[in-house]
């Protein structure tokens, strides 16, 4: 079992920086892809941004790369994502996952891919 706690999570504005952590326990936490997803109200779930356990290989939605930076510290068992120039349409709740990864460079993008999931922390954008 791992177990991931999301944070950092806060209502901001238009422009504004933030970054998100996850911090996993349980299991060994470097053996396993991360991701983070977000939903907005009324929509399904939808892919941010993957990360594999080397941290050597990530991936971004269209609709966030070039603004946000997802990391990794097997360290100190904690994923990150850096989040700059925020919009509105950004406002949503995040949550963390992970799942175990076929080798260090293997990354996931689909919500069925992963095992275990957060409880997620609200990010609100305003105009």
């Known amino acids: 079992q791992v177990q991931l706690v999301e944070s950092g999570g806060a209502l901001v504005q238009a422009g504004d920086s933030l970054r998100l952590s996850c911090a996993a326990s349980g299991r060994t936490f470097s053996t396993y892809a991360m991701g983070w997803f977000r939903q907005a109200p009324g929509k399904e779930r939808e892919f941010v941004a993957a990360?594999?356990?080397?941290?050597?290989?990530?991936y971004y939605a269209d609709s966030v790369k070039g603004r946000f930076t997802i990391s990794i510290d097997n360290a100190k068992n904690t994923v990150y994502l850096q989040m700059n120039n925020l919009k509105p349409e950004d406002t949503a709740v995040y949550y963390c996952a992970a799942c175990a990864a076929a080798s260090g460079s293997k990354y996931y993008t689909g919500l069925l891919e992963y095992d275990y999931w957060g409880l997620g922390t609200q990010v609100t954008v305003s105009s």
């Open positions: 990360i594999s356990w080397s941290g050597g290989s990530t």
